[in-house]
């Protein structure tokens, strides 16, 4: 996203389905968004995870849609009361202000699918995507599955968009620590072949991340959308991919390459000093029964502090937060 400029929630289309009650506008720039509110049911983290998990999703090179703030003024709620969330106590009224808008994608002649059957996952150009999605949605502690909506263009190719990153970096609550399995997309079939090199593609691909880059976006983001929290969990994933060597282990054990991942992992102790517990990704990869076989399981990960900083500087916005490594 090139800019964090505001626009404005001018014509109340209609509501949409999804647990967070979004709905559709027209806006100011004459396009039409998927709007989601500060006071979503789901948790207060939501919009803060829709934004940075897009823009992540974006800096790996995956297809998202492009995304705004969104101001829904007073006047608009009071006059629009069919965008109001449905409780099991009656109707619920979304707060104004400053909300996350995801452009809704223009289809023109082309088809728009949410589901596709199996035989038409061969035609999805982008497939090997989704393991990097599935990558950066382990290293998010994604809390809901992987969603995606695929386009099939004039040529009957498909392109896959990778949308609803609201449960990224732990829920919309900030407070789940979900295993991998939570995050795949339901039809496992979209997945490619589990090569070593996919597994390197999505290495290369995940460590030519931005992080500068990123944590501008976030420092650019509404304060009201960055709790304590929120950011705590940002922080989580940023010193994730700090390690890479156990970046690498972590993603050749999803792909089932137990002596690469084991080899990474000895690059990652070595290089570690004893102390802090160093967050152990393998723990969401790999079910109890292979934990059980893979050799040298039971040693953690361990990182002492003085390593850690002296591994990135942190960010100035995490400082400010008041919040401690």
Not at 145 to 172: E, P, S
Not at 221 to 248: E, G, M, T
Not at 265 to 275: F, L, N, V
Request: aromatic share 10%.
């Amino acid at each position: 996203m090139s800019s964090l400029k505001c626009i404005e929630a001018l014509e109340h289309i209609r509501k949409l389905r999804g647990g967070s009650q979004p709905i559709l506008v027209k806006a100011s720039d004459d396009y039409m968004y998927i709007v989601k509110f500060q006071n979503s049911l789901q948790g207060p983290n939501l919009l803060f995870n829709e934004a940075v998990g897009t823009e992540l999703f974006r800096y790996t090179d995956l297809l998202v849609p492009e995304w705004r703030i969104i101001h829904v003024s007073d006047s608009f709620i009071r006059e629009n009361q069919d965008s109001w969330f449905e409780t099991e106590s009656g109707m619920q009224r979304p707060k104004s202000g400053l909300c996350f808008g995801s452009r809704l994608l223009s289809l023109n002649n082309d088809s728009l699918f949410e589901i596709l059957a199996g035989g038409y996952f061969s035609r999805v150009r982008n497939r090997s995507s989704f393991w990097t999605a599935r990558v950066l949605d382990l290293l998010c502690d994604h809390a809901d599955n992987r969603q995606a909506i695929f386009i099939q263009r004039a040529t009957r190719w498909l392109d896959a968009y990778f949308i609803d990153h609201g449960h990224m970096f732990g829920g919309a609550g900030g407070s789940a620590y979900p295993q991998s399995l939570i995050s795949r997309y339901l039809d496992a079939r979209i997945y490619t072949e589990a090569t070593q090199k996919t597994a390197n593609e999505v290495i290369e691909a995940i460590e030519g991340i931005d992080l500068k880059k990123l944590d501008q976006v976030v420092s650019g983001l509404p304060a009201v959308w960055k709790s304590k929290l929120a950011l705590s969990r940002y922080d989580r994933f940023r010193r994730r991919i700090s390690d890479r060597a156990l970046l690498s282990s972590a993603i050749y054990y999803l792909f089932g390459m137990a002596d690469k991942a084991n080899e990474a992992s000895d690059q990652s102790q070595a290089q570690c000093a004893d102390g802090v517990e160093h967050t152990s990704l393998r723990a969401q990869v790999l079910p109890v029964r292979v934990k059980q076989r893979v050799r040298g399981w039971e040693g953690n990960s361990n990182c002492g502090e003085k390593r850690r900083k002296a591994q990135s500087v942190r960010p100035a916005w995490l400082e400010t937060a008041g919040l401690h490594a």
